[in-house]
């Protein structure tokens, strides 16, 4: 699914314009981006969770050279789908 399809699907289901509707899905994206941005836990039930999490620096090896490098630390985005969500999609709806 794009976000093109999201827009059709918000669109179709609520009666907004195209255009409004669009917007609604641009604002949430960017809540959430700017929520995450912010180092804050978003957790939508039924859904699961999306955190932002540290991971620290370490050594590497470059696959081709076999020599090490050093893998710098970085920010990843992790996110865990609730027990609903996992239910539905291996078709255990209660």
Same mark, same amino acid.
């Given at each position: 699914?794009?976000?093109? +399809?999201?827009?059709?699907?918000?669109?179709?289901?609520?009666?907004?314009?195209?255009?409004? &509707? $669009? $917007?609604?899905?641009?604002?949430? @994206? +960017? *809540?959430?981006? +700017?929520? *995450?941005? $912010?180092?804050?836990?978003?957790? /939508?039930?039924? @859904?699961?969770? @999306?955190?932002?999490? =540290?991971?620290?620096?370490?050594?590497?090896?470059?696959? !081709?050279?076999?020599? =090490?490098? =050093? /893998? &710098?630390?970085?920010? /990843? *985005?992790? @996110?865990?789908?609730? !027990?609903? *969500?996992? $239910?539905?999609?291996?078709?255990? !709806? +209660?």
């Amino acid at each position: 699914m794009t976000k093109a +399809d999201l827009i059709e699907n918000v669109y179709m289901t609520t009666g907004f314009s195209k255009k409004e &509707s $669009a $917007a609604i899905v641009e604002m949430v @994206f +960017d *809540l959430m981006k +700017d929520t *995450l941005e $912010a180092g804050e836990k978003i957790k /939508i039930a039924g @859904f699961g969770n @999306f955190v932002v999490k =540290e991971k620290a620096a370490r050594r590497g090896r470059n696959p !081709q050279t076999g020599s =090490e490098i =050093e /893998i &710098s630390a970085r920010k /990843i *985005l992790s @996110f865990k789908p609730s !027990q609903v *969500l996992k $239910a539905a999609i291996n078709g255990q !709806q +209660d």
